[in-house]
């Protein structure tokens, strides 16, 4: 199947400071990726759905000026977490869809934030 | 709106034991199914998916789901249950394109040996 990487796969940092977490399809051009956000033992929450060259669709209740999403290629997509808080804590993953595998979404393995 | 349903947060099964995790969904339009696994600080893996044709979808790891379009449920099975098995399982569904998923709560699986 399908290859997603995400990086880093963990990070620390301080609030107030900012976050980028880059998301990849290693093996195939992802037309559109998406951006989830999983808090402990709960489920994925759909943040953010990007095309490739286009502005971001985020869902309601995100914040597009403090998660900000880019997907300037078909391999890459990046969410940077701004000014990050506590709060922002969580498990973000996101997930990859196009080429040959139309209706599947491969997913990244998930990018641990933890804010101080 | 998409909605779907795990209405089990637990299942617990002894290990050789046959496995069931139930899912249910609400959608307007013919329903993509998934089946999806998730272990401690990993991100998903794909399990198997209904699309179109035979209704019992085989996939990765032994386990199979048979969609059922009369009782909207799409419940993931296995023969024989393994300790290894132990994870959480989301059930996901989207109607097409380039849709995003929607996801269950997720159902919490633990095989007893």
């Known amino acids: 199947g399908a290859v997603v990487s995400q990086h880093p796969s963990w990070v620390i940092c301080k609030s107030g400071t900012s976050v980028k977490i880059e998301c990849r399809s290693l093996d195939f051009q992802a037309t559109t990726m998406f951006w989830y956000r999983q808090f402990p033992k709960q489920s994925l929450m759909l943040m953010a759905t990007s095309n490739e060259g286009s502005k971001a669709t985020y869902e309601q209740g995100v914040e597009k000026d403090k998660f900000l999403i880019n997907h300037a290629s078909l391999t890459l997509s990046t969410l940077t977490v701004t000014s990050a808080h506590p709060e922002d804590s969580s498990f973000y993953i996101c997930?990859?869809?196009?080429?040959?595998?139309?209706?599947?979404?491969?997913f990244g393995p998930g990018t641990r934030l933890t804010v101080l | 709106a998409q909605s779907v349903a795990q209405p089990e947060d637990q299942v617990n099964v002894a290990e050789g034991n046959p496995l069931t995790v139930k899912c249910t969904y609400s959608v307007s339009g013919n329903p993509y199914l998934f089946w999806y696994v998730q272990y401690p600080n990993r991100g998903l893996q794909f399990l198997l998916k209904?699309?179109?044709?035979?209704?019992l979808v085989k996939g990765s790891y032994g386990f199979e789901a048979e969609f059922n379009k009369s009782q909207t449920s799409f419940h993931l099975k296995k023969p024989s249950a393994l300790v290894s098995d132990s994870a959480l399982y989301f059930c996901a569904v989207r109607v097409g394109g380039n849709t995003p998923l929607v996801f269950g709560k997720g159902t919490r699986l633990s095989v007893i040996a």
């Open positions: 997930s990859a869809s196009g080429g040959s595998q139309y209706n599947e979404q491969f």
């Open positions: 209904y699309i179109t044709g035979d209704n």
